[in-house]
């Protein structure tokens, strides 16, 4: 079954160490997407990635890095310049609707980092 | 700015006993709004895609309707595995491909006691 892969799902950071959070897809999707969620707030998009070798930063990027090599992957490095890293994080990738262009987005099952 | 507001924050319904929830919209040029349901701990699940004004979506007990302003997720005779909470996001912009960001909401905490 298509879908996409999130590892690790529970992830255990100590101040000044960066984390890679890794997303895989089957999907044959072209975009993919990381977001932030924390309670009481809606969704944030960190960063975003159309095609291959090439990324564009959301709202919140920094203390985040991205790359993405491969169309399956896009990891997501939280660094140790981010603040407040503690929280959910969520890889999306997303089609396009056929005469629409809007974005129906596929989400993977998440991974929340604590930072202790 | 371009803006979504969900209502209430939580709600809680007894077996059987419909409802509605609400998503405001404030947005340039609307593409699509969304809905999802996220159980706890894992990732949102697609519900709908909503394009114009008068638009409606059904699917079991769900129904998704469209106006100018906001959308309604109206929930029938719910029952206990419908709680969830319904996050509701809106696709802006003119501009064609994926880069037009989804705008959330906060989300509805729906509870549904047997």
């Known amino acids: 079954d298509g879908g996409i892969t999130q590892s690790p799902k529970y992830l255990f950071r100590k101040e000044g160490q960066n984390v890679t959070l890794s997303c895989e897809q089957n999907l044959n999707h072209d975009a993919m997407y990381w977001y932030r969620q924390d309670p009481g707030q809606g969704l944030r998009l960190i960063y975003y990635?159309?095609?291959?070798?090439?990324?564009q930063k959301g709202d919140i990027a920094e203390g985040y890095s991205v790359s993405r090599e491969k169309k399956e992957s896009f990891p997501l490095t939280v660094t140790s310049a981010q603040k407040n890293p503690t929280a959910f994080y969520l890889c999306?990738?997303?089609?396009?609707?056929?005469?629409?262009?809007?974005?129906?987005?596929?989400f993977g099952a998440g991974s929340r980092l604590t930072v202790l | 700015e371009d803006q979504v507001t969900q209502s209430p924050e939580a709600l809680r319904l007894q077996e059987g006993e419909s409802s509605s929830l609400n998503c405001s919209y404030t947005?340039?040029?609307?593409?699509?709004l969304f809905w999802y349901r996220q159980d706890p701990g894992k990732g949102p699940e697609f519900l709908f895609t909503?394009?114009?004004a008068g638009e409606e979506k059904e699917k079991e007990r769900l129904k998704a309707t469209l106006t100018k302003k906001e959308s309604f997720l109206h929930i029938t005779a719910p029952k206990p595995e419908d709680s969830a909470t319904y996050l509701c996001a809106v696709q802006a912009g003119v501009n064609g491909g994926a880069t037009n960001k989804l705008i959330f909401g906060t989300g509805t905490l729906l509870a549904v006691q047997p």
């Open positions: 990635s159309q095609i291959v070798n090439d990324f």
């Open positions: 999306a990738s997303s089609r396009l609707l056929q005469g629409t262009g809007a974005n129906v987005l596929t």
């Open positions: 909503l394009y114009s």
């Open positions: 947005v340039s040029g609307l593409r699509g």
